[in-house]
């Protein structure tokens, strides 16, 4: 006689038995689901994350050192410095595929109709000061290991010609901003004389106009000058810096590099941040 065996008619009735895991090792409970960890994660993940992350502790340590230095503290100073050190070697090492990523930005610029003749142009003109600082800056850094067989006299040479370069394209950068700010205006001016015939539409006919269309384009146009701004500030934190490294006998004092870099290095971890 064959074996009485209970129906089940759906798996879904087949519930697994839950029990609360009291496990000492369950470490994971003591973490609840956290969205800024989350965000945390994906920005570090990234070379960008890292990079501005560093960026910041890098600049700031001048500071500190200056600090440190002005009170006495020395040795406190200096332990500060064995850590700016190596983060801003490693910083110049994270910087190993510029070439890749600058390539494709310049497929970019000369295969996409540009906003304007002069940015094109613009755009043209750092591409090429790209092209050089980049090599440049790599040849500095496998010199200065001693990687390749480059006198130091040679290496600070090239350290410095690489650091015109980037100083030309912040000054031109300046130049690009200007540009932008200038079609900003002229695109913001447009859409607020359609909002405004929109208005007087609506006045003579007595229908109400759809506006939506509008308002995302004004949306839209708040961003991007907040966008121009904030790249005014880096590169206005960028300047002194690339002209204080572009000088063979600069009077620039490091603490000075590291104000004008920190104001660099917080709008820069700011712009990563919202966008990672």
């Known amino acids: 006689m064959a074996a009485s065996n209970p129906e089940v008619t759906s798996v879904e009735e087949v519930k697994p038995v839950t029990r609360k895991d009291t496990s000492i090792l369950a470490l994971g409970r003591l973490f609840p689901p956290n969205k800024t960890l989350d965000h945390t994660v994906r920005f570090l993940s990234q070379v960008r994350g890292t990079d501005k992350t560093l960026m910041v502790v890098q600049y700031f340590s001048k500071i500190f050192i200056w600090y440190f230095l002005k009170r006495g503290r020395e040795s406190t100073a200096q332990r500060v410095r064995n850590l700016a050190g190596p983060i801003s070697d490693f910083r110049i090492l994270l910087r190993y595929y510029g070439l890749l990523p600058l390539i494709q930005w310049m497929q970019y610029v000369d295969g996409t109709p540009a906003a304007s003749p002069r940015l094109l142009?613009?755009?043209?003109?750092?591409?090429?000061?790209?092209?050089?600082?980049?090599?440049?800056?790599?040849?500095?850094?496998?010199?200065?290991?001693?990687?390749?067989?480059?006198?130091?006299?040679?290496?600070?040479?090239?350290?410095?010609?690489?650091?015109?370069?980037?100083?030309?394209?912040?000054?031109?950068?300046?130049?690009?901003?200007?540009?932008?700010?200038r079609l900003h205006k002229v695109r913001l001016g447009a859409v607020k004389a359609q909002v405004r015939a929109a208005?007087?539409?609506?006045?003579?006919?007595?229908?109400?106009?759809?506006?939506?269309?509008?308002?995302?384009?004004?949306?839209?146009?708040?961003?991007?000058?907040?966008?121009?701004?904030?790249?005014?500030?880096?590169?206005?934190?960028?300047?002194?810096?690339?002209?204080?490294?572009?000088?063979?006998?600069?009077?620039?004092?490091?603490?000075?590099?590291?104000?004008?870099?920190?104001?660099?290095?917080?709008?820069?971890?700011?712009?990563?941040?919202?966008?990672a």
């Open 121 to 181: 142009f613009i755009d043209r003109l750092q591409n090429i000061c790209n092209l050089i600082y980049y090599p440049l800056e790599h040849i500095y850094w496998l010199g200065a290991h001693e990687v390749i067989p480059i006198s130091m006299e040679k290496t600070n040479k090239i350290a410095i010609w690489s650091c015109r370069f980037w100083a030309a394209y912040v000054v031109l950068q300046f130049v690009h901003l200007a540009e932008e700010y």
């Open 199 to 275: 208005d007087q539409m609506a006045k003579e006919t007595g229908q109400p106009v759809d506006k939506t269309e509008y308002k995302t384009e004004l949306a839209a146009l708040k961003a991007e000058k907040k966008g121009i701004f904030i790249n005014t500030i880096i590169n206005t934190g960028y300047l002194p810096l690339t002209v204080h490294w572009s000088l063979e006998n600069s009077t620039f004092p490091d603490v000075g590099v590291g104000i004008f870099g920190g104001i660099a290095a917080v709008a820069q971890f700011y712009v990563a941040w919202k966008s």
